[in-house]
């Protein structure tokens, strides 16, 4: 039987109420948790674009390499044959190495816009995981200031179920009264931590 507001009256019912709430606190804040842990995002995505850049990296060290390679060998090819045809390999060579350097250039050019589009896009990300968190942080404060509320209320309700002599003391003496009902609720407070 629930009392005004939806509140439940039996014990039984208020516990498990209580229990139902701190588990889907728990799960929220858990939840929570792992979203913001943005450093561990972070380096994951770092070594991402780390890999990624000395993968480039290496294969444009490995295509200048061979670009190189094959330049060197034509030259010495043709300058067996003759003078001129030396000089024109030598041409062929230096033409060859440019388009290299220019390659080379174009791939390291490359390379830093695809990092710089990377860490923008953890940067985003980072950012959109920390307005979640705020988000659910305010969600779960405002279902806290609902859950004290409603304990506000249930504390006047059974304050007000009180046969006369309870309410007569509690009127006249409230301080001890207020010390018996701080002293159940941290016990009720220790055995639900021992519980989790």
């Given at each position: ?43 994951e995505a770092a070594e991402d674009v780390k890999a ?145």
């Amino acid at each position: 039987m629930t009392g005004p507001g939806g509140i439940p009256q039996n014990r039984r019912e208020l516990e498990l109420d209580i229990q139902l709430t701190r588990q889907e606190l728990g799960d929220t804040v858990e939840a929570l948790v792992h979203k913001v842990d943005v450093p561990a995002r972070a380096r994951e995505a770092a070594e991402d674009v780390k890999a990624r850049a000395s993968d480039v990296v290496d294969e444009v060290k490995g295509k200048a390499a061979e670009v190189a390679g094959e330049a060197k060998v034509k030259a010495e090819e043709l300058a067996d044959g003759a003078a001129a045809v030396a000089g024109q390999a030598r041409a062929k060579a230096e033409e060859l190495a440019g388009e290299a350097k220019v390659k080379a250039a174009e791939a390291a050019e490359k390379a830093a816009e695809k990092v710089g589009a990377v860490a923008g896009e953890a940067k985003v990300k980072v950012g959109a995981v920390a307005d979640e968190a705020k988000v659910k942080a305010a969600e779960v404060a405002d279902r806290a200031a609902v859950v004290a509320d409603q304990a506000r209320g249930r504390a006047s309700y059974a304050v007000e179920q009180l046969p006369p002599p309870a309410r007569r003391a509690l009127r006249e003496h409230p301080a001890a009264v207020i010390a018996g009902v701080v002293a159940v609720g941290l016990l009720v407070w220790r055995l639900a931590r021992r519980g989790r």
